[in-house]
């Protein structure tokens, strides 16, 4: 596993941008899967989008397509999540997470987890 840390998170206002960083230590995160989660109060946590081991991919959730970036930079061990058009339904607290998974990883594949950092969008 790897030790993860999320940072960026803030107070915002719908149509502002946030750009979150996900920094590894302990171990390199080039090996790893990185995908980006969140939960707001009272609802699971969900899928948000991930990245590719080298960066050369991504997927996303329907709801953030279009709208929000993730990139990584292996030199720093570092993941962002580029927030665009924010919306109130974005608030929650956003987590990353690393798998190690050799074909595409599902939520539960990931298996290092950071602490969460809270993103609120008012309206």
């Known amino acids: 596993q790897v030790d993860l840390v999320e940072s960026g998170g803030g107070l915002v206002q719908a149509g502002g941008s946030l750009k979150l960083s996900c920094v590894a230590s302990?171990?390199?995160?080039?090996?790893?899967?990185t995908g980006w989660f969140r939960q707001a109060p009272g609802k699971e946590r969900e899928f948000v989008g991930r990245?590719?081991?080298?960066?050369?991919?991504?997927n996303y959730a329907d709801s953030v397509k279009g709208r929000f970036i993730i990139s990584r930079d292996n030199t720093k061990n570092t993941v962002y999540l580029q927030m665009n058009s924010l919306k109130p339904e974005d608030s929650a607290i956003y987590y990353c997470?690393?798998?190690?998974?050799?074909?595409?990883?599902?939520?539960?594949?990931?298996?290092?987890w950071g602490q969460g950092t809270q993103v609120t969008v008012s309206s």
């Open positions: 997470a690393g798998s190690r998974s050799t074909i595409t990883p599902m939520m539960a594949d990931f298996d290092s």
């Open positions: 302990g171990r390199t995160l080039r090996h790893y899967w």
């Open positions: 990245i590719t081991v080298n960066g050369a991919i991504t």
